[in-house]
């Protein structure tokens, strides 16, 4: 079992810049691919960022690719998100989430979830 808990979402305005972070706890954190994925209301969760075990892989969705950095600790058990040039179609609940094996964007893919932190962006 694995739990995660995400902290850090909060309120900003457009072109500003937040980290997220999710601690994780239970099993071994440095065998696990990390994500994030977030979900505006009326809408499915999308994938936003992974990182391989050992942080040395990345895979972004193109809607953050250049402005969001996902990064790993795992002397900390902790993910973060750096997100820049937010902007108000990042508006989300994000969401930290873990598998075992290679990086992937398929949500039914990953095993565990936090229970997520909000983002508003305003114009």
């Known amino acids: 079992q694995v739990q995660l808990v995400e902290s850090g979402g909060g309120l900003v305005q457009a072109g500003g810049s937040l980290r997220l972070s999710c601690a994780a706890s239970?099993?071994?954190?440095?065998?696990?691919?990390m994500a994030w994925f977030r979900q505006a209301p009326g809408k499915e969760r999308e994938f936003v960022a992974a990182?391989?075990?050992?942080?040395?892989?990345?895979y972004y969705a193109d809607s953050v690719k250049g402005r969001f950095t996902i990064s790993r600790d795992n002397a900390k058990n902790t993910v973060y998100l750096q997100m820049n040039s937010l902007k108000p179609e990042d508006t989300a609940v994000y969401y930290c989430?873990?598998?075992?094996?290679?990086?992937?964007?398929?949500?039914?893919?990953?095993?565990?979830w936090g229970q997520g932190t909000q983002v508003t962006v305003s114009s």
């Open positions: 989430a873990t598998k075992l094996g290679v990086i992937s964007s398929i949500r039914i893919q990953y095993e565990y």
């Open positions: 239970g099993r071994t954190f440095s065998a696990y691919v």
């Open positions: 990182i391989n075990w050992s942080g040395t892989g990345t």
